[in-house]
């Protein structure tokens, strides 16, 4: 349908644009949730309810295109996105901003850096190390070392606090903390994206380990600087651990900064919901038969009427009579015993 309105929608002469600017889909999932996407057993398409309803899957729906959109709406049309981890199923942008802060808690939340490369935007995530730096290639700084490590002065973080949307509960707040051994501070980060608790859980884990503050900045030689651009993984010859190139200065002296790679894993399965609990079974089915009753008689027989006398039960609308007795009504009844 799309295709045929990309060909087939002239120019309006009046007002001078297309005859139809856009078009809304909307459908309705009657699947039960959350025994959807619970039971994978049931329903075939259970993993794709991540990147929404199967519609937004087929038209664009996942985070990539979510953050290609925001590039694109800030005017960035060159760029390339790496791969990662995580989905989310809507992000809140609450008033204008630069398009770097606009996606910074989003890819803070991903665990993706954005730099410049190519003459582009590459947003990308921890690469896996290509290049071994070897110090007797680079070149010596003017304090005589090619590698300096920079260091934060104050305690390391031990807890980490995400807030987000929890699309599971309604678009609640949720929060998740994660804790690590020690004496320390805490990191607290507001994600406005509508995720689950996993996607929450690994931002928080990764958090903890980039507020490590280690930090490296190497000197490098001519061609160290020439084969290496943003983004790269690189390990460093006596220095243990993989790292990234975050800011590379070409210079006389060419600089490159390098961080601790970072990689936390999201688990798949922590977002599943659980199944919505069963009925519970009342027992058999019963039947109780109706009795056909006299004026104020009871179910068990008794009546409501007042202390029998000789005749029966004097005033009583039951019309009871003691054997042999008259019936008090004059309805003609049989004998009966009085209540």
């Known amino acids: 349908v799309l295709e045929h309105f990309e060909t087939n929608n002239p120019i309006s002469a009046v007002y001078g644009g297309p005859m139809l600017d856009a078009a809304d889909v909307w459908c309705w999932d009657a699947r039960p949730w959350p025994d959807f996407p619970a039971f994978s057993d049931v329903w075939a398409d259970a993993e794709a309810w991540r990147c929404g309803h199967w519609l937004n899957g087929r038209l664009d729906g996942e985070t990539r295109d979510l953050i290609a ?5 800030g005017g960035v049309e060159a760029f390339e996105i790496g791969a990662f981890e995580g989905e989310v199923q809507g992000y809140v942008i609450d008033r204008p901003m630069p ?17 410049e490369r190519g003459g582009g935007v590459a947003v990308l995530g921890d690469p896996e190390p290509t290049f071994v730096l070897s110090t007797g290639l680079m070149a010596l700084a003017d304090d005589g070392q090619a590698v300096c490590m920079d260091r934060q002065l104050e305690a390391r973080a031990v807890t980490a606090r995400v807030r987000f949307m929890d699309g599971a509960r309604d678009y609640q707040t949720g929060s998740t903390l994660v804790r690590q051994a020690g004496d320390g501070g805490t990191i607290n980060l507001d994600l406005p994206a509508v995720c689950g608790s996993a996607l929450a859980k690994a931002a928080a884990e990764r958090a903890l380990k980039d507020g490590s503050g280690r930090r490296a900045k190497a000197t490098l030689g001519p061609l160290q600087a020439l084969m290496l651009e943003p983004g790269d993984g690189v390990t460093l010859e006596g220095l243990a651990g993989e790292w990234c190139v975050t800011g590379l200065e070409l210079a006389e002296q060419s600089i490159a900064t390098l961080e601790p790679r970072t990689v936390v894993s999201v688990d798949a399965e922590g977002d599943i919901p659980t199944p919505a609990p069963g009925g519970e079974i009342a027992g058999a089915p019963f039947f109780r038969a ?9 179910p068990d027989g008794s009546c ?9 039960c004097s005033g009583c609308p039951c019309g009871r009579q003691r054997p042999g007795g008259r019936d008090p009504g004059g309805l003609g009844g049989d004998p009966v015993p009085s209540c």
Request: net charge positive; hydrophobic share 40%; proline share 8%.
């Open 69 to 73: 959109a925001i590039l694109r709406r």
């Open 99 to 115: 398009t770097r802060d606009a996606l910074a808690p989003l890819l803070a939340g991903l665990g993706l850096r954005m730099t």
């Open 304 to 312: 409501r009427g007042r202390a029998p006398d000789e005749s029966g």
């Open 290 to 298: 109706a009795t056909s009753l006299g004026p104020g008689e009871q």
